[in-house]
């Protein structure tokens, strides 16, 4: 069993940066994928970056070259730097925690908001 919470949004104007955090509790030695998703009211949930145990990383092509995602396994924790932030990427983010036994963990999402 996991419980996440995601910290770090807040109110950016455009052209900004951004950290968010994902803090697991628990035992997450049954992870394999660790998933940052955002929403906007009315549009479907949005998959924004991936990361797994072995290191690979993948993007969305709206925030490659924009976005970084990491984690640091000490820590339980996984983070999502985000610069040259643009009114489009205002949402609520969500971290998932994908697990080997078929089960996904999520927080209860940070918002971001960007001034123009």
């Known amino acids: 069993q996991v419980q996440l919470a995601e910290f770090g949004g807040g109110l950016v104007q455009t052209g900004g940066s951004l950290r968010l955090s994902c803090v697991a509790s628990?035992?997450?030695?049954?992870?394999?994928?660790m998933i940052w998703f955002r929403r906007t009211p009315g549009k479907l949930r949005e998959l924004v970056a991936t990361?797994?145990?072995?290191?690979?990383?993948g993007y969305a092509d709206s925030v490659k070259g924009r976005f970084t995602i990491s984690r640091d396994a000490t820590k339980n924790t996984m983070y999502l730097q985000m610069n040259n932030l643009k009114p489009e990427d205002a949402a609520t983010y969500y971290c998932?925690?994908?697990?080997?036994?078929?089960?996904?963990?999520w927080g209860q999402g940070t918002r971001v908001t960007v001034s123009s």
């Open positions: 998932n925690y994908h697990s080997t036994l078929g089960h996904d963990y």
């Open positions: 990361i797994t145990i072995d290191g690979r990383t």
């Open positions: 628990g035992s997450i030695s049954d992870i394999n994928a």
